[in-house]
């Protein structure tokens, strides 16, 4: 069974920095996209920033320049440094990633969810 477990979440004023890991764990084969998605109150889900298996990332035109993903594929965790935080992006962060894994029978690929974390940003 494979899981993402997000930390890192919390309360920090507008202009601070928090820093969100993500880790996969299980019985996984590969992990080829991860991605940061997070929704407000009232809101859709939207992409935050994403890394693909070669490192190259993508951002959300509202984080860029604030926020950075990156991924340490030894340990099966994608982190994102947040920094110069906004009370706009306040929200529930998600991880997400796309995971090969073996049952012990089958080789599978599936596209996974962390529970999410809150980040509140205060005035």
């Known amino acids: 069974q494979v899981q993402l477990v997000e930390s890192g979440g919390g309360l920090v004023q507008a202009g601070g920095s928090l820093r969100l890991s993500c880790v996969a764990s299980g019985s996984i084969v590969s992990i080829n996209a991860m991605g940061w998605y997070r929704q407000a109150l009232g809101k859709e889900r939207e992409l935050v920033a994403g890394?693909?298996?070669?490192?190259?990332?993508n951002y959300a035109d509202s984080v860029k320049g604030r926020f950075t993903i990156s991924r340490d594929n030894a340990k099966n965790t994608v982190y994102l440094q947040m920094n110069s935080l906004k009370p706009e992006d306040t929200a529930v962060y998600y991880c997400?990633?796309?995971?090969?894994?073996?049952?012990?029978?089958?080789?599978?690929?599936?596209?996974?969810w962390g529970r999410g974390t809150q980040v509140t940003v205060s005035t």
């Open positions: 997400n990633a796309a995971i090969q894994a073996y049952s012990g029978t089958l080789y599978y690929t599936g596209n996974y």
């Open positions: 890394i693909n298996s070669r490192g190259s990332t």
